[in-house]
């Protein structure tokens, strides 16, 4: 688990609400601070989906962030800059599955999900990441190789951070 704060704050918001920077990541929550509280499960309701919707989404149980971008832009467009807003975030199976392409075959079944928290509080844009496990496992390399990864997300698109 790796904090980057993120110095220059608009160009990554840019990204995160207008343009598609985030968009092929799951969204697990959304929590918002305006003049209300917000909060957004991103867990998909799939009764309400038909059959061909569901095989559609290949057993994923969490919405795109491209789904849900929209009104989620509506709602801080609506208001004044955010008091807080946190954004968790999990990778795809198709993401996971490159991160761990070079992880040996027994480290890579103990993993169960890689994810990341974008967190804005007091003028403050932090990218916090984690590692979910099944089990217990000593060997940190595909959380380091998961760290890295997001590091040069974020280097790829221009946004400068520090790690804390």
């Given amino acids: 688990m790796i904090s980057l704060l993120i110095e220059d704050i608009k160009p990554c918001m840019s990204g995160l609400l207008k343009d598609n920077v985030f968009d092929g990541f799951l969204l697990h929550s959304f929590d918002l601070k305006v003049l209300t509280d917000f909060h957004i499960d991103g867990q998909i309701n799939t009764e309400y989906l038909t059959e061909a919707e569901k095989e559609e989404r290949e057993n994923s149980r969490y ?3 491209k789904e849900i971008r929209p009104t989620v832009t509506e709602i801080i ?3 004044r800059t955010p008091l807080s807003m946190q954004i ?3 990778l795809p199976q198709s993401s996971l599955e490159k991160v761990l392409k ?3 075959e027994n480290l890579c079944e103990i993993i ?3 994810s990341f928290r974008l967190h804005f509080e007091d003028n403050a844009l932090r990218l916090i990441t984690a590692t979910n496990y099944k089990g217990f496992l000593p060997d940190k390399s595909a959380e380091h190789n998961f760290d890295n990864s997001m590091k040069q997300f974020l280097s ?3 946004y400068v951070f520090i790690e804390e």
């Fill in 63 to 65: 919405l795109l962030w």
């Fill in 102 to 104: 070079n992880t040996p």
């Fill in 88 to 90: 968790n975030f999990i």
């Fill in 112 to 114: 169960q999900s890689f």
């Fill in 156 to 158: 790829h698109y221009g």
């Fill in 77 to 79: 467009k609506a208001h």
